[in-house]
Nanobody, 124 residues
């Protein structure tokens, strides 16, 4: 069992930056692939970024590539999402998720544990 708690969301102007954090409970954090998803009002939850359990591989949605960076600190049981050059279309609730699969997925159904989400609002 893994419990995830996100923080760091807020209101920012277009072009600004935010860093989201996701603190995980449990001693097996390093055995999970970690991902970030987001859900805008009226839209389905979508993949943003993922980081392999080994720390050797990262994956990004095309819409955030070059602007967002995912990282993890296994010693602190924490995964981060650094978001730069934010755009109004990045406005959404951002969710942290953990997957015990042997592959890194981009679908909601491939993740086993979810946080409660943190709101990110980008004003134009």
């Amino acid at each position: 069992q893994v419990q995830l708690v996100e923080s760091g969301g807020g209101l920012v102007q277009a072009g600004g930056s935010l860093r989201l954090s996701c603190a995980a409970s449990g001693r097996t954090f390093s055995s999970y692939n970690m991902g970030w998803f987001r859900q805008a009002p009226g839209k389905e939850r979508e993949f943003v970024a993922a980081f392999s359990r080994s720390g050797g591989n990262t994956y990004y949605a095309d819409s955030v590539k070059g602007r967002f960076t995912i990282s993890r600190d296994n010693a602190k049981n924490t995964v981060y999402l650094q978001m730069n050059s934010l755009k109004p279309e990045d406005t959404a609730v951002y969710y942290c998720a953990a997957s015990g699969s042997s592959w890194i997925g981009r679908r909601v159904t491939e993740y086993d544990y979810w946080g409660q989400g943190t709101q990110v609002t980008v004003s134009s």
